[in-house]
T-cell receptor
Framework: GAGVSQSPSNKVTEKGKDVELRCDPI?????LYWYRQSLGQGLEFLIY????????KSGLPSDRFSAERTGGSVSTLTIQRTQQEDSAVYLC?????????????FGPGTRLTVL | GENVEQHPSTLSVQEGDSAVIKCTYS??????FPWYKQELGKRPQLIID?????GEKKDQRIAVTLNKTAKHFSLHITETQPEDSAVYFC??????????FGAGTRLFVKA
């Protein structure tokens, strides 16, 4: 079946503009995660959604970042008033959830460049 | 807050030798420890994981060990091959779904 998809694959924007990044998880996966990966760095946790529970937003770096998940499926990560330090690859992952030991399947990422 | 430290940041080995990557975690509630491999320009993929109720798990040339008392876990790759060259990430997850990743180890296997 189809894996996790993300769009756009690349996004170039000007400092101060808002951007929206989209994630389509694997069908049936109830958990969805967003990570940020700066060049040559590790994966920085941003936020996760699990079913109808309140999302864990503890990794969002500032109030310019927000995310929502509509209908328990597609998720959108929004960055307002982008800054150059926001430039990174934004990765989305999904998992079946239900236990704390399940595999996360990653999307291809969105490469964001803020000029 | 939660933290996962990973060492070394870069590792170079000869083909056929073993490679060991070590991680420590800070949250004593962590109970699930996955390892992901990320090849250049590709997405991370799970290669092996271990839960807190076991001390060791092996899958062919890959093994992971866990010391809960010391809050250490390690990845062991034996008989390394050039296709093992990639960045490897350890991670730790507590009872919820928040997963904290290490900074990654870039492994080079020289033919």
């Amino acid at each position: 079946g189809a894996g996790v998809s993300q769009s756009p694959s690349n996004k170039v924007t000007e400092k101060g503009k808002d951007v929206e990044l989209r994630c389509d998880p694997i069908s049936g996966h109830t958990a969805l995660y967003w990570y940020r990966q700066s060049l040559g760095q590790g994966l920085e946790f941003l936020i996760y959604f699990q079913g109808n529970s309140a999302p864990d937003k503890s990794g969002l770096p500032s109030d310019r970042f927000s995310a929502e998940r509509t209908g328990g499926s597609v998720s959108t990560l929004t960055i307002q008033r982008t800054q150059q330090e926001d430039s990174a690859v934004y990765l989305c992952a999904s998992s079946l959830a239900g236990t704390s030991g399940d595999e996360q399947f990653f999307g291809p990422g969105t490469r964001l460049t803020v000029l | 807050g939660e933290n996962v430290e990973q060492h070394p940041s870069t590792l170079s080995v000869q083909e056929g030798d073993s490679a060991v990557i070590k991680c420590t975690y800070s949250d004593s509630a962590s109970n699930y420890f996955p390892w992901y491999k990320q090849e250049l320009g590709k997405r991370p993929q799970l290669i092996i994981d271990i839960r807190s109720n076991v001390g060791e798990k092996k899958d062919q040339r890959i093994a992971v060990t866990l010391n809960k008392t010391a809050k250490h876990f390690s990845l062991h790759i034996t008989e390394t091959q050039p296709e093992d060259s990639a960045v490897y990430f350890c991670a730790a997850r507590a009872g919820g779904f928040k997963t904290i990743f290490g900074a990654g180890t870039r492994l080079f296997v020289k033919a």
